[in-house]
């Protein structure tokens, strides 16, 4: 996929129409930088316009800023989230956690990658604009998903949202960021998720199976 194709969640509003191809010149230009071992704290617009060979003003033509323009290529370097499949809770549950399994695997092999978390997070300004434009956006749809699940019936009516959307998104995060010898095998996420619905489900409905199942 290329980075034009990246999804990009509550993306701020620009000023103009822009060239994608500009734009990715841009993000690719820090993504050198950082390839060279330059520090976040290092990269000036100055310095990404002239590696990326732009004017400066076309990158304040699409970013308020530097921390905007990190959280963009952040979503470049990571992979895409999955599409939610819309058939059940329990299956976008699952898909929601395999987004996040995928990105553990590819922060484990990309040096890049991991090397932009880790700078992040020393970073307030850099680390608030990450989780206003990628982090809180996925929370509010995992709760979403959730309180679909209340009123369709899946899940009981009882229980805390906002609560059960961390048990859900805890264990992965775990193994993903915490625990970086932990293995991340495929069919994780189904075991997560069959193992909190097991014992969620409410009274008298079937007990939880995977389709192949």
Do not use: C
């Not at 990715?24 to 976040?40: F, H, N, Q, S, T």
């Not at 193994?175 to 998720?193: F, K």
Request: glycine share 8%; no cysteine; net charge neutral.
């Amino acid at each position: 996929m290329s980075l034009a194709d990246k999804p990009k969640t509550d993306a701020p509003a620009r000023g103009r129409p822009r060239s994608e191809a500009v734009e990715r010149a841009i993000i690719e230009g820090v993504m050198k930088l950082l390839e060279d071992g330059v520090p976040l704290a290092e990269l000036s617009i100055e310095r990404i316009a002239r590696t990326a060979g732009v004017g400066k003003a076309a990158i304040y033509r699409r970013w308020r800023g530097k921390e905007e323009l990190f959280v963009d290529v952040v979503r470049a370097a990571e992979p895409p989230d999955e599409e939610l499949p819309g058939t059940s809770m329990r299956d976008d549950l699952v898909a929601l956690l395999e987004t996040l399994r995928q990105r553990g695997l590819v922060s484990r092999s990309s040096v890049i990658l991991h090397s932009v978390h880790a700078q992040m997070k020393s970073s307030p300004r850099i680390w608030e604009a990450y989780n206003k434009l990628v982090v809180a956006p996925r929370r509010r749809l995992g709760i979403e998903v959730l309180r679909r699940g209340q009123r369709n019936g899946e899940l009981r009516a009882d229980v805390d949202v906002e609560l059960l959307n961390d048990l859900f998104v805890g264990p992965m995060l775990v193994r993903a960021v915490m625990r970086p010898d932990a293995d991340l095998p495929d069919g994780l996420s189904e075991r997560i998720v069959d193992t909190l619905l097991e014992g969620l489900r409410p009274a008298g409905s079937p007990p939880v199976s995977s389709p192949a199942e």
